[in-house]
């Protein structure tokens, strides 16, 4: 677990931003249960590719005329509750940190993963969510 005053520039990032900051099962929990609407998560990390590519990406991306009903975010290896309820909503992937989901009433319509984050600049991770909200919002 990293320090909370070491992350909270981080965490800041998404939450000054907008995007709900849950800290643990129960919030989560709250947020996914009887979900209506559209819902973006990312799944904060304190990687390299989260500042560059996946915090950004997903900002910029709400610039957009459509876009999520709500925005949420958990962040990996801090808030470890939080982190691990919102991955079981992200089954059948597999743990990935960062990652970015869009939710559709409560079923999962869009996923990127690290690997798809990795290496990738923050205005094509724009559009690839951009292209999904556009789908889906």
Same mark, same amino acid.
């Given at each position: 677990?990293?320090?909370? !005053?070491?992350?909270? %520039?981080?965490?800041?990032?998404?939450?000054?931003? &907008?995007?709900? &900051?849950?800290?643990? @099962? !129960? +919030?989560?929990? /709250?947020?996914?249960? *009887?979900?209506? /609407?559209?819902?973006?998560?990312?799944? *904060?990390?304190?990687? &390299?590719?989260?500042?560059? *590519?996946?915090? %950004?990406?997903?900002?910029?991306?709400?610039?957009?005329?459509?876009?999520?009903?709500?925005? @949420?975010?958990?962040?990996? /290896?801090? =808030?470890?509750?939080?982190? +691990?309820?919102? #991955? !079981?909503?992200?089954? %059948? =992937?597999?743990?990935?940190? %960062?990652? $970015?989901?869009?939710?559709?009433? &409560?079923?999962?319509?869009?996923?990127? +993963? #690290?690997?798809? $984050?990795?290496?990738?600049?923050?205005? $094509? $991770?724009?559009?690839?969510?951009?292209?999904?909200?556009? #789908? =889906?919002?």
């Amino acid at each position: 677990m990293y320090p909370l !005053e070491l992350v909270a %520039p981080m965490h800041k990032d998404l939450t000054d931003f &907008g995007f709900d &900051g849950l800290q643990s @099962a !129960e +919030e989560v929990d /709250g947020v996914m249960t *009887n979900q209506q /609407g559209t819902l973006l998560v990312v799944v *904060n990390s304190v990687c &390299g590719c989260a500042a560059a *590519n996946a915090r %950004p990406g997903a900002k910029m991306a709400l610039d957009h005329a459509k876009k999520p009903d709500q925005t @949420a975010t958990v962040f990996a /290896g801090v =808030y470890k509750a939080a982190t +691990e309820r919102m #991955r !079981e909503y992200l089954l %059948p =992937y597999p743990p990935s940190s %960062p990652s $970015i989901a869009l939710f559709k009433d &409560g079923q999962l319509v869009h996923f990127l +993963e #690290r690997h798809h $984050i990795e290496g990738r600049s923050a205005e $094509i $991770i724009a559009q690839n969510l951009k292209m999904a909200f556009d #789908r =889906y919002c």
